[in-house]
C-alpha cells in the first residue's frame, strides 16, 4: 500500500472527501516527523513503535575502488513492529 492507496482506503472507510483524507494522512506523517525532529519516541500500541536510531562514524570500503572512505556519523528511523501487528501477520 502506498499512500495515494491509503488516502483513498481512509476516504472510503470514514467517509471522507479525498482532499480531507489526504489532509489527515498529512497531518500525521507531519506529526511522526516533528516528533522524530524533537527527539520524541513514537509510539502506536499494538502497531509498532518508531525511534531515532543514533549511528558513529566508522571506516568503509569504496566497492568500486576499494579505497578506504570515512563514513560520517548519521541518524536513521528505526521501526519495530508491535506484539499485536506481528501476532495477526504470523497467522
Keep these: 500500500m502506498n499512500k495515494l492507496e491509503l ?3 481512509l476516504k472510503d472507510k470514514a467517509n471522507l472527501t479525498k482532499a480531507e483524507a ?3 494522512v498529512k497531518i500525521f506523517f507531519d506529526s511522526l516527523t516533528d516528533a522524530f525532529l524533537e527527539g520524541e519516541r513514537v509510539e502506536i500500541r499494538g502497531l509498532c513503535s ?4 543514533e ?8 566497492p568500486k575502488t576499494g579505497e578506504k572512505v570515512t563514513i560520517p556519523p548519521k541518524k536513521l528511523p528505526f521501526f519495530k ?7 495477526r501477520v504470523d497467522f
Design 7 to 9: 488516502i483513498s482506503t
Design 55 to 62: 549511528y558513529k562514524s566508522y571506516t568503509g570500503r569504496n
Design 81 to 87: 513492529c508491535g506484539k499485536e501487528l506481528k501476532e
Design 50 to 53: 518508531f525511534h531515532i536510531k
Design 22 to 24: 489526504a489532509e489527515v
